[in-house]
């Protein structure tokens, strides 16, 4: 009975390191598809979404199952719910990186970004789908070294972030309103992602040690 | 002992909804703070975030300790559940709230907003405050025909989001990019607020009626 539970905790967290998995391969084609004004890429993002929802709700179901019918404790029961939490998390990411697709075809055929931003996007994305990979094998080894090792890639992100306001805000902006506008959230939705990423992450943590680290806000806009 | 179960869980509900008054209290003065430049206001807001914070933390832990001692199942499991994924909406909302306290205090003794626009953020405040009241009530009663008010508000807040988005992309806005830049963050803490707000309601009708209303996307920008 017991050894059945482990399997089933076992299969949900794979499921969920899967999903991870997904929505960084979502997040690396988004930020192709808005540098490269890449329609279909865009497109393939946007129709790809709904696959992460149903994982998703599948996840959340078999996790209330597990908790109604085999009534964990201890360590399990903090696993269970780190699990649901989390899938809320990386669901939150896959819809992130689809409001990057979904501005990258908003503007099609014009770029969204002008080209003296895009270089702080390709970081931003790289550093996106680092972490969403990384988090994906903090869910599959339970690494909690591997765990901090997210917070400082989390931070390279917000000091990119911090970095391309100073570039909007600067007298010599040429992109006029809207581009700041369209370049103010999607700086937003990558800065986002990574926190969500930093919180699977730590939820990964408390489950192994049993302490959760400091809970973060999200950077200081 | 079911008694005292649930007079647990009554207490944990009573929580959550006095968590959401906080919140709501804090996105009106905050909103407040924003509209006549009042540094006094804004600091209280960000001095009161960590108040929620330990409300949050104190609700997750008696959550877990009703699940690990009582294992609940059926309503009784779904309400817990529904009341740890709340906890988390609400103290992201008095996140939202501290944010637009932040913008506030950043540009003191100067206004963030152009005067044309402060109408918009008078009325999205106005509307993410009721959001927050009438969540905390349903919350209380359990009431799902009025949880299913708030979704309308949410619209309303929608439309409000989407039409300042028309004011600061337009060839007549005055008030240069760095305002701008500005005007579409607060904005998107707003909209973000409705939505966490309309995320609560939802899990109290599934408490209720054991259906999940659609999983909403946030409003696409």
Redesign the interface.
């Given at each position: 009975m017991r050894e059945a539970y482990h399997d089933q905790l076992g299969q949900l967290a794979d499921q969920l390191a899967d999903m991870c998995g997904m929505v960084g391969d979502a997040m690396e084609r988004a930020t192709t598809a808005l540098l490269e004004s890449d329609l279909a890429l865009a497109e393939q993002v946007i129709g790809d979404d709904a696959k992460v929802?149903d994982v998703r709700?599948s996840i959340e179901e078999q996790s209330?199952a597990l908790?109604?019918l085999q009534?964990p404790?201890?360590t399990d029961?903090?696993t269970v719910?780190a699990v649901?939490?989390a899938a809320?998390s990386v669901e939150r990411m896959g819809?992130l990186a689809?409001?990057v697709a979904?501005?990258a075809r908003r503007r099609h055929p014009q770029s969204v970004l002008g080209d003296d931003v895009k270089p702080y996007f390709a970081e931003m994305g790289r550093i996106a789908v680092e972490l969403a990979r990384e988090t994906t094998e903090v869910i599959r080894t339970q690494d909690v070294a591997r765990a901090r090792l997210i917070e400082d890639a989390d931070d390279a992100m917000d000091d990119l972030h911090r970095h391309l306001?100073t570039v909007?805000?600067d007298k010599d902006?040429q992109h006029?309103?809207?581009s700041?506008?369209d370049t103010?959230?999607l700086g937003?939705f990558y800065e986002r992602f990574a926190d969500h990423a930093v919180s699977v992450a730590k939820r990964t943590v408390f489950v192994v040690t049993g302490r959760m680290p400091g809970?973060g806000?999200?950077a200081?806009?």
């Open positions: 929802d709700a209330y908790l109604a009534a404790v201890a029961l903090r719910l649901i939490h809320e819809d689809l409001h979904k501005a306001f909007i805000m902006w006029g309103v809207a700041a506008v103010t959230l937003r809970y806000d999200d200081d806009l």
